[in-house]
């Protein structure tokens, strides 16, 4: 009886997916011929929900996807969605612009998900596995506890040091003008933070380990967040449960999203985001007592949706951008760091890039959030503030819509690959998805390959250094001692 109930379940969210399919599509092509950027935008919406039911219908294997949604949602959706059902106008760029929005989110919504489709089919279901404990194992886990506690209180004190500069200047002096007193050796073992937490949690300890460890790094983010640096904050969280619902999936030894869980993201969530919603206000001064919950909800992805605001005035500046010479923005990150990191500036005397936001990093970075916030917002980009980018205009100013349709279905696919990856593979295998997950949200906001930068980062492969060493001399020279694995082996921490 129950297998049939969920036999019926399923065949009425498919019908409701095709609805949402079809009513999304013809809405969109209705506003284009109508001229309606309030049809196109519902349509844009309906195809979005429709990603978010086939992510919620096998969240475990499409947590990725799913979440990615939401992001989307958030940073590009609710302006529009929202200024259109308080009945305000919202295209108040260039028509061509607008155009190029609507277009673009149509796109990357719709091959999105054909790709994770397609890669849904492609992949087979991995069965849950139970990890095997062996000296390797055990070794490699404790060196990287060691290393994740240090890095954290390295961090966390180099992050209490800027809240304490912010309270005695202003948000926008901390990227202009702070400068860490922290010893240089305390800055970099700082660096290896996001790193130590991804191959600690790359060895799938048992929920009892990973639980602290994950409450520990959200918890690091608490200084950045009072002063008034959201995004850290939220990523980590976002971090934390996403790699709860990926264990859920595959590990049978313990229940990772239980009943106490499951009401904790449910009672938590609305909570986070009306707190996230008052924190505009706070953060600014202003008054929040009139504010009702609902409001502060829907305020909260007002807000944040300021990134359709930048698609479209991005579209509307590039020609404007300084090109002093050839840009590729697509990997931007990486073309920067050979031009002008370290080595380049050492050995071939290119110039820096320099530190926060300033007219060489505006003019010559391969980025097109500062390129954009450079020719858009001079002085306000030079006294600390910016506009964010999204791997949408890096791509358009690459390869055009071509592009976007390209990158776009093969994410969709990654989205759902890169969980069978970290379930199917080996500590190396694992680290890598989570080192990805980093900053793999941040996308649509952020550029085009940011998530993959970490390759390319001193401080990762010092990181990876730091464990090959701390393995080396605990393990291969003996000075790992048998009763710690005899300890992990009969509290089943591994």
């Known amino acids: 009886m129950e297998d049939i109930q969920k036999k019926d379940y399923r065949k009425v969210l498919t019908k409701i997916q095709i609805v949402l399919i079809i009513f999304g599509v013809g809405l969109f092509f209705w506003g284009k011929y109508s ?4 049809r196109q935008i519902l349509g844009i919406v309906c195809l979005g929900i429709n990603n978010l039911i086939y992510g919620i219908r096998n969240m475990n294997q499409r947590v990725l996807f799913f979440f990615f949604t939401i992001m989307l949602f958030t940073f590009m959706y609710s302006r529009p969605l929202i200024s259109m059902l308080r009945g305000n ?15 673009s989110l149509f796109l990357t919504t719709t091959f999105l998900f054909i790709g994770a489709v397609i890669a849904q089919h492609a992949f087979k279901r991995e069965k849950q596995v139970v990890s095997s404990i062996n000296n390797k194992n055990v070794v490699v886990l404790i060196v990287t506890l060691l290393l994740f506690i240090v890095s954290w209180m390295c961090s966390t004190l180099i992050d209490v040091e800027k809240l304490l500069f912010v ?30 937490i991804c191959f600690l949690l790359a060895c799938k300890p048992r929920k009892k380990i990973a ?11 608490i200084p950045t967040l009072l002063m008034g640096q959201r995004n850290g904050f939220v990523l980590r969280l976002l971090f934390a449960l996403v790699y709860f619902i990926i264990r859920n999936g595959s590990d049978i030894r313990d229940k990772w999203l239980g009943k106490i869980e499951k009401s904790l993201i449910f009672i938590g969530t609305p909570f986070l985001l009306v707190l996230l919603g008052a924190y505009n206000y706070i953060r600014a001064g202003s008054n929040v007592e009139s504010k009702g919950i609902i409001s502060l909800i829907v305020d909260f992805f007002y807000k ?6 930048t698609l479209s005035s991005g579209y509307e500046n590039l020609d404007n951008l300084p090109f002093l010479d050839s840009k590729f923005y697509t990997f931007g990150g990486f073309i920067d760091s050979f031009k002008h990191g370290f080595i380049a500036q050492k050995i071939f005397g290119a110039p820096g890039l320099g530190t926060g936001n300033n007219p060489v990093k505006g ?22 503030n910016g506009n964010g980018g999204s791997y949408l205009l890096d791509l358009n100013a ?22 069978k990856l970290f379930n199917s593979r080996g500590l190396i295998m694992s680290s890598f998805v989570l080192c990805c997950l980093l900053e793999l949200f941040w996308t649509p906001r ?18 990876v250094l730091a464990v090959v060493v701390g393995y080396l001399v605990l393990g291969r020279f003996g000075l790992f001692p048998k009763k710690w694995i005899t300890y992990i082996e009969s509290r089943e921490l591994l």
């Open 35 to 38: 001229e309606d950027f309030n």
């Open 89 to 103: 106008i919202w295209w108040y760029f260039e028509p061509q612009s607008i155009d190029f929005s609507m277009n």
């Open 167 to 196: 309270r005695s200047h202003t948000y926008e002096d901390y990227y202009v003008s702070f400068t860490s007193k922290v010893p240089f050796f305390l800055k970099g073992f700082a660096t290896l933070l996001p790193y130590s």
């Open 211 to 221: 639980f602290p460890v994950l409450v520990l790094y959200v918890i690091g983010a």
């Open 304 to 309: 944040q949706g300021t990134q359709f605001d």
């Open 363 to 384: 003019m010559l970075s391969n980025s097109y959030a500062h390129n954009l916030a450079y020719v858009y917002r001079r002085d306000a980009y030079l006294a600390g």
């Open 398 to 419: 690459d390869f055009g819509y071509l592009g976007i349709v390209i990158f776009s279905f093969i994410l969709g696919g990654l989205l759902i690959y890169l969980v």
């Open 446 to 463: 952020g550029g085009a390959t940011q998530w993959l930068q970490f390759l390319i980062k001193p401080s990762f492969w010092a990181a």
